[in-house]
């Protein structure tokens, strides 16, 4: 890791324009030198402007020796749903002086908080590790024990599977997510403040900033592992769809809450994909989702 460069910041009442430069200069020197992509930013692919991640704003923090403090405003809303809005204030630790401010806000509300994706669940086990089976292998459907299922089979077309409602579901355990909506609203904040404190908005964006968290687990326990379908493409006992594919590349886009403009481009890459291209596809968006 290079060593930061600390700005001189103390005694300055005003900044001059080269002062200005000169702070974007150092910012865009961090950047290039002591960060990285998808840790400390995030580019996405149709957008003008890196988007400056958690991580990122702590690294400005430290360059510019800026400390942050946080006023929380929550509330609790009907049917369990939880909102909070927090300040933040970055102040210079040496000299005390105030930098700025931000405010970010979150709640259960939000999409990707208030739905989950709902899989089909085995009627034996009760496990949400229902998958297609292979043609090859007799189709119907299978309790994957790989995803810790039972390993039940089914045939195709049995009621007890295909009658089940499954994709966006409301989540029944919101409070479980209070607890990631408060830090979410104060990253928001934190990111905010830094942006506007160090003038780096000319160099970064908040606009994609949840892009490198997951997407939306089913809370009760590890039943759902999405992923794990992507990161064993090769298993002989497994093979998602084309339809599948295409509604989990939607689902996964879905959940990232990204701009409309990048939102229906993507979008119309998944209604218009092949079967050649649609696993591609589908791990480019993990991507974009896993940072
Ligand atoms: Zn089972």
Redesign the pocket.
Known sequence: MNEIQLQPTTEISQFSSDDVLKQIALIQDIMKNAMKDNEHYGVIPGTAKPTLLKAGAEKLGLTFRLEPEYQIYEQFLEKNHYYCRVQCTLKHILTGQRWGDGVGSCSTMETKYKYRSQNRI??????E??IQGKAEYGGGFL?WAKRG????KFPDGDVEIVNQKIGRVENEDLADQYNTILKMAKKRAHVDAMLTATAASDIFTQDIEEMNTKVQKNSKSSKTKEQTTQQNPHDQEIKLTFEEKKTQAYQTLKAKNVPEKLFNTWNNNIKNATEKNITNMLKSITQLVQG
């Not at 299922?149 to 039940?152: D, I, K, L, S, T």
């Open positions: 085995c009627p034996k086990c009760n496990q590790t229902i309790c299922g039972c390993g039940a």
